[in-house]
């Protein structure tokens, strides 16, 4: 399937598949207690979008800031570079990249510059910038690799999959907090992760996760596995 994009780029999504974001804290990291209001969205003919309610409580007495990432599914993304040669638009230059969420977003009770450094920011992979994206195809990382990357943002924020600035943490009381996320009509199908963090005086001191399950049900559930199963 490919997708038109601005700027003379494009993007297309491949095969999906299952994979659970890796997270680095602290190894004295405790669990934190959180759940989703909704584990299962079926995708049927007039689904308009969805919304999402993540809750949990922190640890101790009160106090410190929450992130929240929630993402999925990961699968291989190939975005393609469009130049016009008499008159006609045509492919000049592509990379593969081996994994990128089709739909991530961040929750956060302030700023992330003011809650994280850039370094704990990097190694938990919250942040449009610290997203995993793998190159294939014996790609380095360098301005080739920034410029395909920076495309593939561009695009998926410009579909409303991704999001450039959190959604609020509110806090109710001393301990309990939510978050709300969006999901667009056209959000893939697939399994998504939200992993909620803790953080006391700059660090990752408890994280909880949460999985969400997106299905398209009836008619789309035809339609999109014979567009994935058959080869005509």
């Not at 405790?30 to 299962?40: F, G, Q, T």
């Not at 106090?63 to 993304?77: A, K, R, Y």
């Not at 998926?156 to 709300?180: A, H, M």
Request: charged share 20%; aromatic share 8%.
């Amino acid at each position: 399937m490919k997708t038109e994009m601005p700027n003379r780029w494009k993007c297309a999504g491949a095969v999906l598949c299952l994979c659970v974001l890796a997270v680095t804290t602290p190894a004295h990291c405790e669990p934190l207690a959180v759940d989703l209001s909704h584990h299962r969205i079926a995708i049927h003919s007039s689904f308009t979008g969805a919304e999402v309610l993540l809750f949990g409580a922190i640890r101790g007495t009160g106090g410190g800031d929450i992130i929240v990432v929630l993402s999925g599914p990961n699968q291989p993304v190939v975005v393609r570079r469009k130049a016009r040669m008499a008159g006609v638009w045509l492919n000049r230059s592509e990379v593969v990249f081996e994994t990128a969420p089709g739909y991530y977003a961040v929750g956060a009770s302030g700023s992330l510059d003011d809650i994280l450094d850039t370094r704990q920011r990097e190694a938990n992979r919250i942040g449009l910038n610290n997203i995993k994206l793998v190159p294939a195809g014996g790609v380095t990382r360098g301005s080739v690799f920034n410029k395909y990357s920076d495309a593939l943002l561009r695009h998926k924020v410009n579909q409303g999959l991704y999001f450039t600035e959190p959604s609020p943490v509110e806090f109710i009381g001393t301990n309990l907090f939510r978050v709300r996320f969006n999901f667009p009509s056209n959000v893939p199908p697939g399994i998504y992760q939200a992993i909620a963090h803790q953080v006391d005086d700059g660090e990752v001191v408890a994280s909880g996760t949460a999985d969400l399950v997106i299905r398209k049900t009836g008619m789309e559930a035809r339609i999109y596995g014979t567009a994935h199963d058959s080869p005509w």
